[in-house]
């Protein structure tokens, strides 16, 4: 029978990140704290709110990147996959299970909880979308004034488009 161990969590960072380097190969690698809250309405009708703490591993390039950009607070999509951690102490057996991420993206703005209090010194962009939203706009939704506006290159009439008049429209 096949199995499928995939995780994808959205949530907000619980400390500062500590990079380590591993001995003998000096890659790096990071332990992140993230919580993940859930709201949801009991039997009574009232709203409840869940917070679930999950650890969360990331290796390599990943790890540094969120090292830099990344501090206690900073929202974070995490994808990667479930593994049991297993140990004795004392004669106890213990075990842990917690996320090896895989892929990460910073969620927010530097100012709103996304990034490392703007370490890089660059200009805060968004990301662009790699999938059209917002229904034959091409992921650039003009009616909420958001920042997409500044990537407007003309192609879709809007507000930075450059020679559309209303007599060009076709009805």
């Given at each position: 029978m096949a199995s499928f161990n995939r995780v994808i969590l959205v949530?907000?960072?619980t400390r500062d990140i500590d990079l380590r380097y591993v001995s003998?190969?000096?890659?790096?690698?990071?332990?992140?704290?993230?919580a993940v809250n859930d709201r949801r309405k009991t039997q009574s009708g009232e709203w409840v709110d869940e917070t679930t703490f999950v650890d969360v591993t990331l290796w390599g390039r990943t790890a540094e990147i969120a090292s830099e950009y990344?501090?206690?607070?900073?929202?974070?999509?995490?994808?990667?996959?479930?593994?049991l951690d297993t140990w004795e102490t004392d004669g106890q057996k213990r075990s842990k299970l917690r996320v090896v991420g895989e892929k990460m993206q910073m969620l927010g703005g530097r100012d709103g909880g996304g990034g490392g209090g703007g370490r890089s010194g660059g200009p805060s962009r968004p990301a662009r979308q790699s999938q059209p939203q917002g229904g034959g706009r091409g992921g650039y939704d003009q009616s909420s004034g958001s920042d997409y506006d500044s990537y407007d290159d003309g192609s879709f009439g809007?507000?930075?488009?450059?020679?559309?008049?209303?007599?060009?429209?076709p009805f």
């Open positions: 949530g907000n960072l003998g190969g000096g890659t790096a690698v990071t332990e992140l704290g993230l990344l501090s206690k607070g900073s929202s974070v999509l995490i994808e990667g996959r479930l593994k809007g507000a930075g488009s450059q020679g559309a008049a209303d007599d060009d429209i």
